[in-house]
């Protein structure tokens, strides 16, 4: 078993022990910082990733927008070939007729 006096003598009589627990305060709130900072930096990077998700999701959206566009096009572009298609069709009917 360890004895207190014997412990005491070793770190300096109770000056040390003061010193050991002065040290381990300060220490303690050393790390209460760097925690409190963590905790700022964790906030701000969760802002961040907020961020980035709204841009994901407008990049989704602007992607389904141009989808429908490109959906647009190619039906115009198939109406004005029918188109040009029923045009030769009935300019082939009309040199036929003359």
Known sequence: ?????DLLSAIGGLG???????VAYWLGRKFSEIDKR??????????????FQQIDER????D??????DDRFERI????NRIENNLSELNQRVEKIE
């Open 64 to 69: 389904e927008r141009f989808r429908q566009i």
């Open 77 to 80: 572009e198939n109406r004005l």
């Open 16 to 22: 040390g022990l003061a010193l050991i627990i002065s």
């Open 1 to 5: 078993m360890i004895d207190i006096l």
């Open 59 to 62: 990049f989704k959206q602007n």
């Open 38 to 51: 963590f905790e700022k930096i964790n906030e701000r990077f969760n802002q961040i990733d907020e961020r």
